[in-house]
């Protein structure tokens, strides 16, 4: 039995060790099996309609997914696209002079203070001279051909991306079930029962994490969308879509969602004088702390002590330590795969005291 958890440990760490390295290819694995997850059940059903006395083939069944997944993101473009175009309106009409002009009335008065008290020791307007040759010299220190040429290939690695995902997609749904049946393969016959178990549990989870995070996703979309709207904010529906999207993000995603509400709204609108844009503002946090309060005592609780399972400091701390490890996406994947070995190890924990096979091999 001692032998079979050192082997279990190795496994696990030469596993880690080849998802950091490979760190794009595991990336790419894990975004297909949660896209997978999610385009399953309408190809699954597609799959099962009958033309013409036969089943739609299966390759045909994902494609079809394939349209909907894009004539969807299609549609959150389309609903982005009056946003950037009203905004790109704005900055072509600004007048720079007067941005200027302006610009320079808080830094004066910021400069007088830090005269008065002695913090700086510089002739009256020459800090505002020092930010603007800083400034200037910031633009023209730019490599315009380095610039894009890392736009191209970011573009190039995001296109790479998406088609790799795509790909390792349609064969993770052509072939259903394949890559559960090839893994548990190489499990000994001791130890298959046991190991079925682990990965029904670990799907079941996950699969009511995934139903979870997306109920939280339209609850939010309909709370914020219909707030915003009641409180008479431009692109009501934008702002709740991009709002639900980012609570996606733990902690972080809340505080994004409220921010963009707000430079929207103030960046829309027609507002006469401070008093406006502050009503403004109190009406947005308004809606947003309508919606934290549903999420953080109805949604969160539902979401993750129930469908992970977990206790919520265990969440707290996997969540930060997914931050450290790989940034925003590792915030997001943190419970997922923290739910993966931690149902791994207490199954095979739960086997070492109960299973016969473990009390014959002791």
């Known amino acids: 039995m001692q032998r079979f958890f050192i082997y279990l440990i190795i496994f696990i760490a030469v596993f880690l060790l080849f998802g950091w390295y490979f760190s794009n290819i595991t990336l790419y694995l894990i975004l297909s099996l949660i896209l997978a997850a999610l385009l399953r059940p309408l190809t699954n059903r597609l799959n099962d309609f009958h033309v013409m006395g036969q089943h739609i083939p299966r390759w045909t069944a994902i494609l079809v997914s394939y349209i909907a997944i894009i004539l969807f993101l299609v549609s959150i473009g389309l609903l982005f696209f009056p946003l950037i175009n009203n905004q790109i309106s704005i900055l072509s009409s600004l007048d720079y002079e007067e941005l200027y002009e302006q610009a320079k009335i808080p830094i004066s008065r910021l400069e007088d203070w830090l005269i008065n008290y002695q913090l700086i020791d510089s002739p009256r307007g020459e800090l505002f001279d020092q930010i603007q040759k800083t400034l200037l010299e910031t633009i023209a220190g730019i490599d315009v051909g380095k610039f894009i040429s890392s736009i191209i290939n970011t573009a190039s690695s995001l296109f790479i991306g998406l088609l790799a995902v795509a790909f390792i ?63 008479g904010v431009e692109y009501a529906l934008t702002i709740a879509l991009f709002a639900s999207v980012a609570n996606l993000i733990p902690y972080a995603g809340p505080i994004l969602g409220a921010s963009f509400g707000i430079v929207v709204g103030i960046s829309t609108g027609d507002y006469a004088g401070s008093t406006e844009i502050n009503y403004l503002i109190f009406r947005i946090l308004s809606v947003f702390a309508v919606v934290q309060i549903t999420d953080n005592i109805l949604l969160q609780p539902l979401i993750f002590s129930k469908s992970v399972k977990a206790h919520p400091l265990e969440i707290f701390v996997v969540i930060f330590a997914g931050a450290k490890i790989a940034g925003v996406l590792g915030m997001i994947f943190a419970i997922p795969v923290y739910t993966i070995f931690r149902v791994s190890i207490m199954e095979f924990y739960q086997g070492y005291r109960s299973y016969q096979i473990f009390k014959i091999k002791s």
Do not use: D, H, W
Not at 181 to 206: D, G, M, Q, W
């Open 169 to 231: 997609t349609f064969f993770l749904l052509l072939e259903n079930g394949l890559f559960r049946r090839n893994v548990l393969n190489l499990i000994p016959n001791p130890y298959f029962e046991l190991s079925v178990a682990t990965f029904t549990k670990v799907e079941k989870l996950l699969s009511n994490y995934l139903t979870g995070l997306f109920i939280q996703v339209i609850v939010i979309f309909s709370i914020a969308s219909l707030g915003l709207t009641f409180a």
